[in-house]
């Protein structure tokens, strides 16, 4: 709807104090100080921009959807990486924006259509239901339900709220996840045939370990993301030993690249078989 240095001067002219995200975005700005509620001038209630964490950006920009493909974002709510999708792909094609909350997909519905997203279907499924439900998509971007750890700074509660065990239960429900997007993926996609993995944690329980299961139990390999900001995935730490792959995947910090904590990974689907069970 929109050209980011137009809207970056009509949001300057209302009082707002913002620069561009920095080189590795085009269309993300940053905003330091505004005089004005930025959630309900004219420009944000026309469609014009979405609020969001700069981290938000870098799964997408990872996705890297193309026009008329057939793309799937998992966990879509409350719609701001959708609607990024939806740009990428010009509006055509199919997106099947999902979320698992029936009361999420509401607001997920209302930020699409205040963006001018009409190539996307809400749906309100569990995502482990969707290979059943819906497959055959060129890229599935599952930005996986998690502990939160990376958002601390919004949420002073994470720390006190989430232990171990509990970590370990969510890690269990992203294993079952990624299978699923997996396997809702096309691995004779013509352009596509990826699947991006991203949580705003910074565990290693929600990361490498969930990608390292994957990449275990299905034929999928670890690419490059093509964003150049992030710091390397781990592929050893304390008693972990994860595949040599997994310095593909990133990470951000709040403190190195001033955004949430968050973690991306990107994997290419080879073939639709399932590894054997290996017994330990």
Not at 31 to 52: D, F, I, K, R
Not at 192 to 198: E, L, R
Not at 249 to 258: F, W
Request: proline share 4%; net charge positive; glycine share 8%.
């Amino acid at each position: 709807k929109t050209r980011r240095r137009d809207l970056a001067q009509t949001l300057i002219n209302r009082g707002v104090n913002l620069d561009p995200i920095g080189k590795w975005s085009k269309v993300g700005l940053v905003v330091y100080n505004t005089s004005v509620p930025l959630g309900a001038t004219p420009e944000y209630l026309a469609g014009h921009y979405m609020l969001q964490g700069a981290s938000s950006f870098v799964p997408v920009m990872a996705l890297a959807p193309k026009p008329n493909e057939r793309v799937l974002d998992m966990c879509a709510a409350p719609g701001g990486k959708s609607a990024y999708i939806a740009a990428l792909m010009k509006n055509t094609g199919m997106l099947v924006s999902n979320d698992a909350n029936k009361d999420r997909t509401k607001a997920l519905t209302a930020n699409l259509h205040r963006l001018g997203v009409h190539n996307a279907v809400v749906c309100n499924y569990d995502g482990l239901a969707f290979p059943k439900v819906m497959g055959s998509f060129d890229r599935v971007l599952l930005d996986a339900p998690c502990s939160g750890t990376g958002v601390v700074s919004k949420d002073h509660s994470v720390k006190q709220s989430k232990d171990e065990d509990e970590v370990l239960k969510i890690a269990e429900v992203q294993k079952r996840l990624l299978l699923a997007a997996i396997d809702s993926c096309d691995h004779n996609s013509k352009t596509g045939g990826y699947v991006v993995y991203s949580t705003c944690s910074v565990l290693v329980q929600e990361n490498e370990w969930v990608v390292d299961y994957a990449l275990k139990k299905r034929n999928v390999k670890l690419v490059h993301l093509g964003v150049d900001i992030g710091k390397e995935g781990f592929t050893r730490i304390n008693k972990y030993r994860f595949d040599p792959t997994l310095s593909k995947t990133k990470r951000y910090y709040p403190h190195t690249h001033n955004m949430d904590g968050f973690f991306v990974a990107k994997l290419q689907k080879i073939s639709a078989q399932i590894k054997p069970q290996r017994r330990s």
